[in-house]
């Protein structure tokens, strides 16, 4: 089932927080002049114990210490912040992009720095373990998911998922579990973090009052901003909000580290107030009770004056949640977003795993899941045609993509650091018991927020990052004789150097050819986004067509290109047949008709979980039926194929209900024999099995009563008929086409007073409908009105002058004659004939 996300809002202020002094040097606000000793690290080294810690370390390798660190403060500032126009997902392909050059490069970094210090130091931790075991049980999941490429790499709205962010995330985690241990590292950490939030915030709040910044088309939307969707915004800039709130609890915070953090505070929370996600307000219930608990309990290590921040965001978080107040409504043009509910996600997860148990479908994959296993009463919502890519949040999508294993690990590493880390701040002290708290308050904050609400690039980029300087600050928080950190050392000569040596060069080379292939999987995506834009806004099909074959030639392994591709060359198949008849001509339609039936084929092969390239590759076939040998044969198999994968959408029954159809007229043209008869007939009841089977799973889908009517007027039950049109009629009271088959069946019945009420429709709704005033002129004449009917029939000659025909039957009837007198016989009469009476463009249910 579906539910809709609270998106109610309230306008606030609020005071804020002051901070605590920092380290050696004043880089920033945040940095004063009073010294702080480094923390003393316990070590098992190669040589002595103390050996490591008193040599100096070289120029080289400070300043691959600084430049990682630099690149840390970088990335944390731009990944919430970043967002390019140039592709066609504009947020998180740009954002794995960016992550992925940082994360790489500050590895080759810190391997080099390694070299010239010439000691590694890595945290001693149960949580690193943990962490290893659910990236082997990721790999192993992509590795059997049956779309290699999106559960590696990733694609669409599920970067975030692939097994490559992941990597990425990990060896962000890896290098600020090492870099950040002093309050002189991490304060230039907490200034970025809240100037980009702010920036965010702003960004999000002129976009939902409609003063767009950027001219782009999709920024032009109340709805986008640069973290995602807007629960997602709030969700960021809750985390935020938790860790100034915690950090302005340090009564040691100097003057203006306690303004920026009041300020920064003031504002998050009243963005927070005027989005105002019940999900949101529920987590900062739980951390802000966490935070005061705290404060109470270490009353040495928080003010408790200062502990009046959490104490309002508290009572603010329980007034909003209890009230569902909503103060924003009159000046924010807020979006609805919609996801499934709790009960809908773990059906989805029971039906993937009783296929997959182990390592589930592969990263991703869940929009495939969803379709095969969602409720069937969702046909009955206004949600029935939406994939959802994740379930009501990602903890609980999990099972689905990465099996049991998968989500186990994920589930056992969060369990194992919320309690180790609770404990270690109730048992331990030190210097940086506050930043500790801060930053694991916020660390928890996000992990709960992954239980109630999907996940995307910015949220898994804070969640890692706080994870990773949680750990290295609490165990920065130890006993005298406790080891929290392994360190070896090794001589320049030693093997060990030699091993760092050939992994420096082996990672240099990777992220160059990486960086490469990043790069030319990027321009992928920017070619494709243009020749999309040229295709479907500017009508150019050659340049549509071109671009997106540069997308494919520079990334082979996206369904997405190849399908869209395909759909672009059918249009030029099109395009070209209008043209005056040449051989050119038709050398380039051949050549178009190959590229769409090889690219919806290239498609299909390359992810056969995607029921759209199966739908893609049967519209293909029957393009060409009569074209291609065994087109027919490929057209039902794939729409079948799309049916197994889409059993809960009336959409695909009905498409292969309409190939069915179409493969009636197809035989029947071949001949009138016998054999062809029977065939037709067989087409005919298969058409109508499928279009009943799209009816079954969506009672009031009118596309399908629509066809069935037809199927069934040829089939001559026009009680039948008439019955399936009524029902079509009542879902779309205003489409003409149906308007004009309802009056012809009733024709058909000699109902003629109900068929002129709907001819008499038709035309209402279009004054030029040539057929509709056809079979009303014969009503007319039928009923003497011989005045009526001359007019309708002189309209239709005005639009049809041509039709000999309609001159005929007006002579008939200025002569005070029957319309159809020395017409009917010899030709049939006009409701048993196989096509219109009046040739016309008609507007017809698709």
């Not at 059918?570 to 001509?585: M, Q």
């Amino acid at each position: 089932m579906i539910q809709e996300l609270d998106d109610t809002k309230d306008i606030g202020g609020i005071r804020t927080p002051s901070q605590r002094p920092a380290a050696s040097e004043s880089l920033s606000a945040f940095e004063q002049a009073e010294e702080e000793e480094e923390p003393s690290w316990v070590e098992t080294s190669s040589y002595s114990a103390g050996e490591a810690d008193s040599e100096d370390k070289s120029k080289a390798a400070r300043f691959f210490e600084w430049a990682i660190k630099i690149g840390l403060y970088l990335l944390a500032f731009l990944t919430p912040l970043f967002f390019l126009p140039y592709t066609a997902n504009v947020l998180e392909l740009n954002k794995q992009f960016l992550l992925f050059i940082f994360s790489f490069v500050l590895l080759v970094f810190w391997l080099a720095k390694v070299l010239t210090q010439r000691k590694i130091e890595i945290k001693k931790s149960l949580l690193n373990i943990l962490i290893i075991l659910f990236i082997l049980s990721v790999v192993v999941s992509s590795l059997f998911a049956q779309n290699k490429f999106q559960a590696l790499i990733g694609a669409g709205n599920t970067i975030a998922e692939s097994f490559l962010t992941l990597v990425c995330l990990a060896i962000i985690y890896f290098l600020v579990s090492g870099s950040f241990k002093t309050k002189k590292d991490l304060n230039p950490l907490i200034l970025v973090l809240l100037v980009s939030s702010v920036l965010a915030g702003i960004f999000a709040l002129l976009q939902l009052n409609s003063n767009f910044i950027f001219g782009w088309g999709f920024a032009r939307t109340v709805g986008f901003n640069s973290i995602g969707s807007v629960n997602s915004l709030e969700i960021f800039l809750g985390a935020v909000l938790v860790l100034a709130v915690a950090l302005f609890a340090d009564p040691k915070r100097s003057l203006w580290q306690s303004i920026v953090l009041a300020v920064s505070s003031a504002f998050l929370l009243f963005v927070i107030i005027a989005l105002n996600f019940v999900n949101v307000w529920w987590g900062l219930i739980g951390i802000m009770t966490l935070v005061v608990g705290f404060g109470i309990m270490k009353q040495g290590r928080s003010s408790q004056t200062r502990l009046v921040l959490a104490m309002v965001v508290l009572a603010m978080a329980l007034l909003l949640t209890l009230t569902k107040i909503n103060i924003s409504s009159g000046w924010l043009n807020t979006p609805t977003e919609v996801s499934p509910t709790f009960g809908s996600t773990v059906s989805i997860d029971k039906g993937a795993l009783a296929n997959k148990l182990f390592f589930g479908t592969g990263p991703g994959t869940f929009a495939y899941n969803w379709e095969l296993f969602r409720s069937p009463l969702i046909n009955q919502t206004i949600f029935w045609n939406i994939r959802f890519s994740q379930g009501i949040s990602k903890v609980f999508s999990m099972p689905a993509s990465l099996g049991i294993i998968g989500a186990g690990f994920w589930i056992l590493l969060a369990i194992f650091f919320a309690v180790w880390g609770a404990m270690r701040l109730i048992s331990k002290k030190g210097e940086n018991w506050n930043l500790a708290f801060g930053f694991f308050s916020s660390w928890l904050f996000l992990a709960g927020m992954q239980f109630l609400y999907p996940t995307n690039l910015t949220l898994e980029f804070m969640f890692w990052l706080s994870l990773g300087i949680s750990l290295s600050l609490l165990k920065g928080l130890k006993s005298e004789e406790e080891v929290s950190e392994i360190s070896l050392s090794f001589r320049k000569e030693s093997p060990l150097a030699s091993v760092f040596s050939f992994l420096l060069v082996i990672f240099l080379v990777l992220t160059i050819s990486f960086f490469y292939l990043g790069f030319n999987y990027w321009r992928a995506d920017a070619a494709f986004q243009r020749g999309a834009e040229a295709s479907v806004n500017q009508g150019n099909l050659e340049m549509g067509y071109n671009e997106i074959t540069k997308a494919i030639s520079l990334n082979p392994y996206s369904d997405t290109y190849l399908n869209s591709l395909s759909q672009v060359a059918l249009l030029r198949i099109n395009e070209e047949l209008v043209k005056p008849a040449s051989s050119d001509r038709d050398l380039r339609a051949q050549q178009f008709v190959a590229d769409a039936v090889n690219l919806s084929k290239a498609a299909a092969d390359l992810n056969p979980q995607n029921p759209d390239n199966w739908i893609q590759r049967g519209i293909v076939y029957r393009s060409v039926l009569g074209y291609l040998s065994g087109a027919d044969q490929w057209m039902v198999t794939s729409f079948s194929e799309a049916s197994r994968l889409e059993p809960k959408n009336p959409y695909v029954f009905f498409e292969l209900g309409r190939s069915y159809s179409l493969l009636v007229d197809y035989t029947l043209a071949q001949g009138q024999t016998k054999e062809n008869q029977a065939k037709a007939l067989d087409y005919l009841n298969k058409a109508e099995e499928q279009f009943l089977k799209a009816v079954e799973v969506k009672s009031d889908y009118a596309p399908a009563h629509y066809q069935l009517a037809l199927i069934y007027d040829r089939l001559g039950n026009i009680d039948s008929a008439i019955n399936k049109m009524e029902l079509t009629k009542a879902n779309y009271p205003n489409d003409i086409g149906i308007a004009f088959q309802l009056g012809l069946l009733y024709y058909k019945k000699q109902n003629f007073a109900k068929s002129q009420t709907e001819f008499e429709r038709a035309v209402s709704l279009d004054q030029n409908y040539s057929n509709a005033r056809y079979f009303l002129g014969l009503i007319y004449d039928r009923n003497g009105n011989k005045g009526a009917a001359i007019e309708q029939f002189k309209k239709i000659a005005e639009l049809n002058p041509d039709n000999q025909e309609v001159k005929n039957i007006l002579v008939n009837l200025e002569k005070g004659l029957s319309a159809l007198e020395g017409i009917v016989p010899p030709a049939a009469a006009p409701e048993q004939r196989s096509g219109v009476p009046v040739s016309e463009k008609q507007q017809q249910m698709k």
